[in-house]
């Protein structure tokens, strides 16, 4: 199967802390693969190192089977146009409205006239579940989850096959959480995406990933779900098998949903 994101050797450090150590990764084509981690252990680190925002102090980021950490600012722009990423907050901007916020990477990466560029991002915006209605609003008018699918809208403007999505739906509450979760599964089969996200919520790794990596000592350990949940790593553990884990559980057989 083709690796669309390969991870190798990968060492950043910051003064004398070293965040990573030699870590090894690999995210398959067609994959939903999540990264789970304690605070501190590196996760926002390592996706702006694989988004090319910064350089690792060794190793190599293979994007698609391209090495961008050798690669000139022109050829790191024209990788950069194909993929879309949504950060924890949305990362709007403020002083424009939700239908410019999407035409962003258009404007940068394409050459379209203005009517073109409307009826694109409105395309984007219907295809998160958002109506016209919403276009015309700005960012500070617009709900938390209605900001995350503006974001997602924007990822998805240059029609990518690799989306990144960094904690997607934290500040959500449970009802909203859930629906972005099928959003993201529902984009994922029509689209035939390849999606890498960060997320520390359970009930988002089971609902959407196929595999997790979990950073543990500057490292990373890979598995299914099914087999993640058994390994005996302390962090791990504590993670997937501590009192939010049994909470969620509960919670999954009360309400009739399975794992």
Not at 36 to 65: C, H
Not at 124 to 150: E, H, I, N, T
């Amino acid at each position: 199967m083709t690796a669309m994101v390969e991870v190798r050797g990968l060492v950043n450090r910051f003064g004398r802390q070293t965040v990573h150590r030699n870590l090894d990764m690999t995210v398959a084509e067609g994959e939903v693969f999540g990264i789970v981690g304690g605070s501190g252990s590196g996760k926002s680190v390592l996706l702006r190192t694989i988004l090319g925002l910064q350089k690792p102090n060794a190793g190599t980021v293979l994007l698609g089977g391209r090495d961008i950490t050798r690669m000139s600012v022109g050829e790191l722009r024209a990788v950069k146009a194909g993929y879309g990423v949504t950060f924890q907050q949305g990362a709007l901007f403020s002083s424009l409205n939700v239908l410019q916020n999407v035409q962003l990477p258009m404007v940068e990466h394409l050459q379209l006239p203005r009517r073109t560029l409307d009826e694109l991002a409105m395309l984007k915006l219907r295809l998160v579940g958002l109506g016209p209605d919403a276009a015309r609003k700005f960012p500070s008018q617009l709900s938390g989850g209605m900001v995350k699918r503006v974001a997602l809208a924007r990822a998805l403007a240059l029609d990518p096959k690799l989306l990144f999505l960094d904690e997607p739906t934290s500040g959500l509450d449970p009802i909203g959480a859930q629906a972005f979760d099928e959003l993201v599964v529902y984009l994922h089969r029509e689209l035939q995406l390849t999606v890498v996200m960060i997320t520390h919520d359970l009930d988002t790794l089971f609902g959407t990933c196929t595999r997790v990596g979990v950073l543990v000592d500057g490292k990373m350990i890979t598995d299914t779900l099914a087999g993640i949940v058994h390994n005996p790593q302390p962090w791990i553990h504590a993670y997937f098998q501590g009192q939010r884990a049994r909470q969620r559980e509960t919670s999954q057989r009360e309400t009739g949903h399975g794992a």
